[in-house]
Nanobody, 115 residues
Framework: QVQLVESGGGSVQAGGSLTLSCAAS????????MGWYRQVPGKQRELVAI???????NYADFVKGRFTISRDNAKNTVYLQMTNLKPEDTAVYYC?????????WGQGTQVTVSS
């Protein structure tokens, strides 16, 4: 099993920045995909960004140029640097780790952006 612990959510004004962190433990395995998703009430969870263990990253169009995903494989941690935040970025952000055995989710961390 995989355990994910998120931190770094909070409230900021539009234009501000936040950095989310997610530390993984358990059956991580060397080859995996770590990423961030978000969800607002009444809507489906959506992809924000993912980072493969080999270094490849991918972003949703609505965050390109504003968010940066990175990972520290030695610490089994993935980060999401969010800049130029907009009110529409308000959501619960979830960390995810997938490998050939697991598809694990964190508990979620709230990000609120006020105008």
């Amino acid at each position: 099993q995989v355990q994910l612990v998120e931190s770094g959510g909070g409230s900021v004004q539009a234009g501000g920045s936040l950095t989310l962190s997610c530390a993984a433990s358990g059956s991580i395995f060397r080859v995996n995909v770590m990423g961030w998703y978000r969800q607002v009430p009444g809507k489906q969870r959506e992809l924000v960004a993912i980072a493969l263990s080999g270094g490849t990253t991918n972003y949703a169009d609505f965050v390109k140029g504003r968010f940066t995903i990175s990972r520290d494989n030695a610490k089994n941690t993935v980060y999401l640097q969010m800049t130029n935040l907009k009110p529409e970025d308000t959501a619960v952000y979830y960390c995810n780790l997938r490998n050939y055995l697991n598809n694990a989710w964190g508990q979620g961390t709230q990000v609120t952006v006020s105008s």
